[in-house]
């Protein structure tokens, strides 16, 4: 079994920044990750699957895995809640595996707390024009919709800068390349490397 524990990145980033995009890139290019699959109330896009996407699920199936304490976070976003399911993180961290939370910036904040050895990245498209272009090119929302996302946006702009990682998505191989590094060159920082300093304290000691 490695010495080196799973890495939890946190990724956020403005609707229509290519999060998803991103994500299902990194997946099939390399191997090793695991993406936490959130609940959500919002209905599903054409083409979104229950269990791969999202668990779609009622408001009041919501509310009682509130109650039940089954998420390690959740918010509202624009008018819908959503949620990281506590149990698969876990399970997924504690076998080394390198968890991704695609989650939006106030979720992103409390995982934070949680998890501080967490890194966070923040995706952007490179100016906000090119933002406008993708939530509306991806024409899965109404207007009013699109609206509501880039005022969240202007709000979220406010917060970028708590985290720890830029990643400008441009063009979306080399976007996926590096959030690739980003997340291996966690793994060589010493805190993810506790049971490593632990052994070779031991063998020093024991000479
Ligand atoms: P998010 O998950 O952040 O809301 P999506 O992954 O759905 O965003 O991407 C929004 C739109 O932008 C989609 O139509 C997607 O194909 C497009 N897109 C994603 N990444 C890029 C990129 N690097 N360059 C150009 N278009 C992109
Ligand atoms: P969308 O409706 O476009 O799929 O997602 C809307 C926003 O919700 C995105 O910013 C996405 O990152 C965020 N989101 C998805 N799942 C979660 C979650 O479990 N928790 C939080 N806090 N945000 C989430």
Same mark, same amino acid.
């Given at each position: 079994m490695s010495e080196t524990t799973g890495i939890l990145a946190i990724v956020s980033g403005f609707s229509g920044a290519g999060k998803g995009t991103l994500m299902h890139e990194l997946l099939s290019r390399y191997e090793g990750y695991s993406l936490s699959v959130s609940a959500t109330t919002r209905k599903p896009r054409e083409g979104e699957m229950d269990g791969r996407d999202?668990?779609?699920?009622?408001r009041e199936e919501f509310e009682r895995m509130i109650s039940e304490h089954a998420f390690i976070e959740y918010a509202r976003y624009v008018d819908n809640y959503y949620g990281t399911p506590k149990k698969y993180v876990e399970d997924q961290l504690a076998a080394g595996k390198d968890v991704i939370l695609e989650i939006e910036v106030q979720g992103a904040m409390i995982v934070k707390q949680q998890y501080p050895d967490a890194i966070t990245v923040f995706v952007t498209p490179p100016n906000a024009a090119e933002l406008k272009r993708r939530l509306e090119g991806?024409?899965?929302? @109404?207007a009013d919709v699109i609206a509501g996302r880039l005022k969240r946006a202007g709000e979220e702009s406010e917060l970028m @800068?708590?985290?720890d990682y830029l990643l400008v998505n441009d063009d979306l191989q080399e976007s996926t390349k590096k959030l690739h590094d980003i997340i291996t060159n966690a793994h060589a920082r010493m805190n993810a490397n506790g049971e490593f300093v632990s052994r070779i304290q031991r063998e020093l000691r024991a000479m």
């Open positions: 999202y668990f779609f699920i009622g991806r024409k899965t929302e @109404a @800068a708590m985290y």
